[in-house]
């Protein structure tokens, strides 16, 4: 049997035509004349080797090999409705599985608000957020541990491409008792000559280490220690025990800790948030569909966070 010469538009006709228990009636239902009708189920009775239906001036009615064959054929189209609907979703980016790396903060106060949003738009769509230390970012994309990563800018090479979403400045984190709280909102890199602080991350330590030369000879700061965690750094610095060097964004996090936010001036540093995708593959049609969803979300989330500070902080 030749199945190759089967066609979904033969067993469409058949059921149709079984179902209605009229060819005319059949075509209606399809668009088609009769006799287009009548031609497709003669191929398919051609190619299956057997009669569907009896037919009479009267009436049409399944035969008795066409009532056998006819659970199966019902079976093959909602199969083949339900491919097209998949492929439909992947050609719309409505559905499939997304990988995204984010380091800690991201990961667990960013990223899930962004995640809920995205669920709204395409709930077909599974994004799985995976934790990526900030210096691991563009590697894990590279090698396609992740589909996407969002994070501190890092330098990539021409299999990573990083975009930049918004600015995020350096700023000092210490907690209500310390006595730089007690300063205006900003800071001098001076003020931090004598400072405990704490680096978090190989990633912040060269941050610190970067800014310190950059800065005068009598100026400069060094950390007293350096954790593993921006979690683990913000909790010390909750304690008074010392205060931490971090973007502004995680503030998100900061906040939970009851720390006091001061920029540190005299240079200003300012760090970028960048999405990083790989250069060299193509994205699936749905994490390009979350790429460009990111791409508008996390700058409108970093505005938004802005201005309720600057509101909170006004009244």
Known sequence: MAFTRLTLRQIEAFIAVADASS?????????????????LVAELESV???????????????????????????????????????????RHRASGVVRIGAPLVLASAVMP???????????KVVIRIRDVAVEALPDAV????????????????????????FDSAWVLWCSKT???????????????????????GRDHERSVAQMRANAPEGVRVTPVDVVDNIST????????????????????????FGLQMRRV????????????????????????????FLATWLPNWHAERRATLQAHRAG
Do not use: M
């Open 23 to 39: 060819f005319t009636a059949a075509a209606s239902r399809l668009g088609l004349t009769a006799q287009a009708v009548s031609q």
């Open 48 to 90: 299956l080797g057997f009669r569907l239906f009896d037919r009479t001036t009267r009436k049409v009615a399944l035969s008795s090999a066409g009532r056998d064959f006819l659970g199966s054929a019902e079976t093959l189209l909602r199969h083949a409705r339900a491919a097209e609907s998949a492929a439909d979703d992947v």
């Open 113 to 123: 608000q962004a995640v809920r949003d995205y669920a709204q738009l395409r709930p």
């Open 142 to 165: 590279a090698a396609g541990d992740v589909d996407l990563a969002i994070g501190p800018d890092r330098a990539t090479d021409d299999s990573v491409s990083a975009d930049s979403l």
């Open 178 to 200: 310390h006595p730089l709280a007690r300063r205006s909102k900003r800071i001098r890199w001076s003020d931090l000559r004598d400072v405990p602080l704490v680096a978090a």
């Open 233 to 256: 750094a913000l909790g010390i610095a909750a304690q008074g025990l010392a205060a931490t060097l971090a973007p502004a964004y995680v503030g998100v996090l900061a906040d939970l």
């Open 265 to 292: 001036t005299d240079p200003e540093t300012v760090r970028k948030v960048c999405l990083y995708r790989p250069a060299l593959r193509a994205l699936s049609p749905a994490a390009e569909g979350v790429a460009q």
